[in-house]
């Protein structure tokens, strides 16, 4: 079978006329260019060259096939090049899947940015409840939260502990008091819903502590939750990344431990590399990072 490498040493042979000039250009041995000639030779069936003691000289079939070698090596040059020119392309569509409230709070501020630094980037930004699969290409990049432990192929980079709790606004603490204990929501208005998968955790934790029952109001999405709480309506449970970073809201109750969720960037190892993928993925990262500093920052001074 031809091996196409071989071409290259056809056409070194060729331009320098002997087996070392061609090693030199190659920075090979000499012996190694002998070799490959006479593999390819065997592989075609011809001979290609003369051995003679100034060097080696094409044979009339040698001097034919030159010419096509020529071209397959100016076709295989452009391939090189546009290949390495894709590597370098940053430009092209980057899905990123998240939940509603992380994706509208968190991501949709730095996505002005993201445009005005890389205007070749087109973002779609799917804030489905359904969870995309990364693995079958339904998303290139996903902002979720999760366990530690992620699914084969996925590959991450942690933000941050996902810890959430039930905040009030400022204007709801002002009229009604800030609830600063389980016992206190008992006379609180709270905010349920946020969507099914949200609202099956949160469900179980208002049971836990005997608080369904002064839900006085579902919102379908999470993103709903905090127009809900925004409003002065009552109180709801947030992701504290988010809540912690509102100055017109405040936590009502420390939140649980122990829950085992983190906040994850994370995309899938097929595409981690693509470009496009790999610069939004740094870019997010380091502003999501920011903010998380900040907000430790900012915990750690109001605890002094």
């Not at 469900?203 to 002065?232: F, N, P, Y």
Request: proline share 3%.
């Amino acid at each position: 079978m031809l091996d196409w490498n071989d071409l290259r040493y056809f056409l070194a042979v060729a331009n320098g006329g002997s087996t070392l000039a061609a090693g030199r250009s190659m920075r090979v041995s000499q012996t190694t260019v002998a070799r490959r000639i006479a593999a390819l030779e065997a592989a075609l069936g011809i001979q290609l060259f003369e051995k003679r003691q100034a060097g080696y000289a094409l044979t009339p079939v040698g001097q034919e096939l030159l010419a096509q070698a020529r071209d397959v090596e100016v076709v295989i040059s452009k391939f090189a090049n546009a290949a390495e020119s894709q590597s370098r392309d940053s430009s092209g569509v980057v899905r990123i899947t998240s939940e509603e409230i992380y994706a509208l709070s968190l991501l949709s501020p730095l996505l002005r940015e993201l445009h005005e630094t890389h205007p070749e980037i087109i973002i779609e930004l799917d804030t489905a409840s359904t969870l995309r699969d990364l693995g079958a290409g339904e998303a290139d990049i996903a902002l979720r939260s999760s366990s530690m432990k992620q699914p084969a192929g996925l590959v991450g980079r942690r933000l941050c502990v996902d810890d959430w709790t039930l905040y009030c606004s400022r204007d709801y603490a002002a009229r009604h008091g800030r609830p600063t204990s389980v016992r206190d929501l008992r006379h609180h208005a709270i905010v349920g819903g946020g969507g099914e998968k949200l609202w099956h955790h949160y469900q179980a934790w208002l049971q836990s502590l005997k608080l369904e029952d002064r839900v006085a109001m579902h919102h379908a999405t999470s993103w709903g939750l905090l127009s809900a709480i925004r409003s002065g309506f009552g109180v709801s449970v947030l992701p504290c990344v988010v809540g912690d970073a509102d100055p017109e809201l405040i936590r009502c109750i420390p939140p649980k431990e122990d829950h085992g969720r983190v906040l994850w960037l994370l995309t899938h190892e097929r595409v981690r590399n693509t470009p496009r993928v790999r610069t939004v993925i740094d870019f997010l990262y380091e502003r999501l990072s920011r903010h998380v500093r900040q907000l430790e920052a900012d915990r750690a001074a109001a605890a002094a």
